[in-house]
């Protein structure tokens, strides 16, 4: 079967990036009189700020007028990137994956929710190369949106169908899907599910995962 393209979410999938968002969100929740929890955070993974930030507010009681959600989205941005400045572990069996593709030559995209600003801080730490890469402020319309991944693929100048989607958020995996690849979910948040779907596999991570895996995945011609 053929690989065209391997398209790769950023944060909690590549990189192990989700606790240092929770730990940002722990401090915007305490900023608004409340308490970060599991639940919100599996409200929100995988999303633009333009839809986590207002769902974040009203989780906490707090109107999400257009200048509130600015405000609220810049402060996190801003957290967030100070953050990165630090260690930015890969998740497990990323770096092998990688290294196989690259010596395939399989064509790869970063596709991620995260606004520029942070998937270049990422890449600076040494993710990559990507023949593509795409962030969540250079798309009209995020994830859960198959925008990511449509645009992603056709800047490869892959099909689609042909493409498998690494990722770890609901929202990522609707994405994915609705572009009409194929998509192997590897959860990075506890109480974060999958609906069975076609097309659709699960793994606790990338461990073992391998070239010939990610093409088996592929539709058939």
Request: aromatic share 6%.
């Amino acid at each position: 079967m053929t690989l065209a393209g391997v398209l790769w979410d950023m944060d909690g999938l590549l990189v192990d990036t989700e606790p240092i968002w929770t730990v940002a969100e722990v401090e915007l929740a305490a900023t608004l009189g409340g308490v970060w929890t599991d639940e919100i955070k599996a409200a929100v993974v995988g999303t633009r700020l333009d839809v986590s930030v207002p769902t974040i507010l009203r989780w906490y009681g707090v109107e999400p007028t257009p200048a509130r959600v600015a405000e609220t989205a810049a402060w996190l941005l801003h957290r967030v990137a100070e953050l990165f400045a630090g260690a930015l572990p890969a998740r497990a069996g990323v770096p092998t994956l990688l290294a196989a593709l690259r010596e395939e030559g399989v064509p790869m995209a970063l596709v991620s929710s995260s606004f520029r600003v942070l998937v270049d801080a990422v890449l600076a730490h040494g993710f990559g190369p990507f023949d593509v890469t795409l962030a969540g402020d250079e798309v009209a319309c995020g994830k859960p949106d198959p925008e990511p991944y449509l645009t992603a693929a056709a800047r490869l100048g892959a099909d689609p169908a042909y493409c498998v989607v690494l990722e770890d958020s609901p929202a990522g995996v609707a994405s994915g899907l609705a572009a009409g690849c194929s998509v192997l979910a590897v959860p990075s948040v506890e109480g974060v599910e999958f609906a069975p779907a076609p097309r659709l596999a699960v793994a606790a991570d990338l461990c073992g995962v391998t070239v010939a895996t990610l093409r088996e995945m592929t539709a058939p011609a």
